[in-house]
């Protein structure tokens, strides 16, 4: 009674693999009916390459009599459609202690696979999408250090790969700009508001230095924790170059027109000065 009322699948076989007994839920995962199911062969139920799976560990259990726990593989239902499950193997034994066949749990994970294989593609879209753009994309633990980042994060601080994980954000700038960054990363910890584009002044390896536009946004773990910071962040020296250019010519011009006008004021006063 109690393995007609459990959701998961109760199966047991013979050292062939023919189905001897089984519960509902085992019926509900392979969708035979009772009357087919008994004696049914499980390779009826697998495909190939599942089949060799299902042996491999069938067959260590048989030869070593220890059980195996919770290893997956794919079911054929009796449409064709196909299910994963998840099934332990324990050794079943007469009472002289002699191989008899098997038995174990069958759970139907089909749900739980396609959200992870869903997962995956969508992580492996975003780290493609990543490691594509040309800005440079980090993550850092709470303290600061490197834990995830792009080529582009490596190409504007001139590190390796190897040399950049675990690196300390404080490596990378002076004292000055540490202040500065630390201001805004702890102002986004206490407030979990994201901020954008402040700027700062970044060291390089060779000692050189290149100005960054940086966004960050607070990490979460699945318990709603902080756990760190992620952002993106854009090389602008060129644009800071750019800036401090125009505006030298721009003082130069004010400069330029500030003489001009004093030299017409003089004009004007001498002019004034000859008139009879």
């Known amino acids: 009674m109690l393995l007609e009322n459990i959701q998961d699948g109760y199966y047991e076989t013979d050292l062939d693999g023919n189905y001897t007994f089984f519960n509902d839920g085992l019926l509900r995962i392979t969708g035979f009916s009772r009357d087919e199911m008994l004696g049914l062969n499980n390779r009826r139920i697998v495909d190939d390459y599942n089949n060799k799976k299902v042996f491999k560990i069938f067959n ?13 593989w794919e079911c054929i239902r009796k449409d064709g459609s196909r299910r994963f499950v998840e099934v332990s193997v ?12 098997f038995m174990g749990i069958a759970r139907d994970i089909t749900e739980r696979k396609l959200a992870e294989r869903t997962l995956r593609e969508s992580e492996e879209r975003y780290r493609t999408i990543i490691e594509n753009i040309q800005d440079g994309y980090y993550e850092v633990d709470l303290d600061g250090n490197y834990t995830f980042f792009n080529e582009g994060l490596l190409r504007i601080t001139g590190y390796s790969r190897e040399e950049m994980l675990g690196l300390n954000n404080r490596r990378i700038v002076d004292e000055f700009n540490n202040k500065k960054v630390f201001g805004v990363f702890h102002q986004v910890y206490l407030t979990g508001v ?21 966004s960050v946004t607070l990490k979460r773990d699945i318990y709603g924790k902080p756990a760190g910071f992620m952002g993106i962040a854009r090389d602008i020296t060129e644009r800071k170059r750019y800036q401090s250019e125009l505006e030298a010519k721009e003082n130069e011009l004010k400069q330029k027109n500030q003489s001009l006008e004093e030299a017409n004021t003089a004009l004007n006063v001498l002019d004034a000065e000859r008139q009879p």
Do not use: M, N
């Not at 260590?60 to 997956?72: K, S």
């Not at 324990?90 to 066949?101: C, W």
């Not at 954008?196 to 970044?202: G, K, L, N, Q």
């Open 60 to 72: 260590q259990v048989y030869l070593t009599g220890v059980p195996a726990h919770a290893f997956d």
């Open 90 to 101: 324990s050794l079943k034994r007469d009472v002289k202690g002699r191989p008899t066949g």
């Open 194 to 214: 994201p901020a954008h584009a402040f700027d700062w002044e970044c060291i390089r390896k060779d000692g050189s230095r290149r100005f960054v536009e940086v």
